[in-house]
Each structure stands twice: as C-alpha cells, then as structure tokens.
Nanobody
Framework: HVQLVESGGGSVQAGESLRLSCTASDLTYRDNSMGWFRQSVGKEREGVAAVSTRTGSTYYSDSVKGRFTISRDNFKNTIYLQMNNLNVDDTGVYYC????????????????????????WGQGTQVTVS
C-alpha cells in the first residue's frame, strides 16, 4: 500500500529556514500531483504547495509564495519543501499528500479541489516558529 513519510520538521526562530522531505512508497510517482498541507491550532487545513511529478509544474498558496519552494526527485520518489524566512504564522503540522484519483487537471486543481479522502496522506511533521 501507499506510504508517505515526512521528515525535516523542527523548531526555529522567525526568519530562519527549514526543509521538509516526503518519500512515497508504492505510488506511481510520475503520474501524480503531490504536495504539502498544514494544520494550525484553531484553523482549517490549508494547502501550501503542490507539484506535478510528471511535468514539474508547481502551485503555491498566496501566503507562502516567494518564500517556499517545492521540488521533486523522481528517482528517489521524494518531494521537498524548502521554507525560507519563516514566521510564526507558518507554525503547524505539515502533511505530505499525494493524488489518489489521478483526475486533477494540474497541481492547483488538485490542491484546491480535492477532498481529504481523495488523497494519500503522511503522518505529519511539526514545524514551530517562534
């Protein structure tokens, strides 16, 4: 079965950087959109960044655009999220997700339209910015 394993979370000061990694197993990697969502206390789940593993096309939420960069290494079945200039509003649990249906038009469509049960999910990694 599909497994997504995240790593790279931690606690940093505002203005510092972190890089998250997510490795997928038993997934047709190149045919899927993958990306990162986050959940903060008192807030709804928010899509952060997404990438097409086939084309490399990317999508970012307005709150992180220009600060975060998503990338993928298809050979390693891994995606990354480079997070620069972190601020306290970036605090939360970051979840790696992958397209389960394969019907999205592009990463933006997948991240903004899919329901929770339409995706495979990792266990999450905590990011704390103070």
């Amino acid at each position: 079965h599909v497994q997504l394993v995240e790593s790279g979370g931690g606690s940093v000061q505002a203005g510092e950087s972190l890089r998250l990694s997510c490795t997928a197993s038993d997934l047709t990697y190149r045919d899927n959109s993958m990306g990162w969502f986050r959940q903060s206390v008192g807030k709804e789940r928010e899509g952060v960044a997404a990438v097409s593993t086939r084309t490399g096309s990317t999508y970012y939420s307005d709150s992180v655009k220009g600060r975060f960069t998503i990338s993928r290494d298809n050979f390693k079945n891994t995606i990354y999220l480079q997070m620069n200039n972190l601020n306290v509003d970036d605090t939360g649990v970051y979840y790696c997700a992958a397209d389960r249906l394969g019907s999205a038009l592009n990463p933006q469509h997948w991240m903004t339209r899919y329901r929770e049960k339409d995706n495979f999910w990792g266990q999450g990694t905590q990011v704390t910015v103070s």
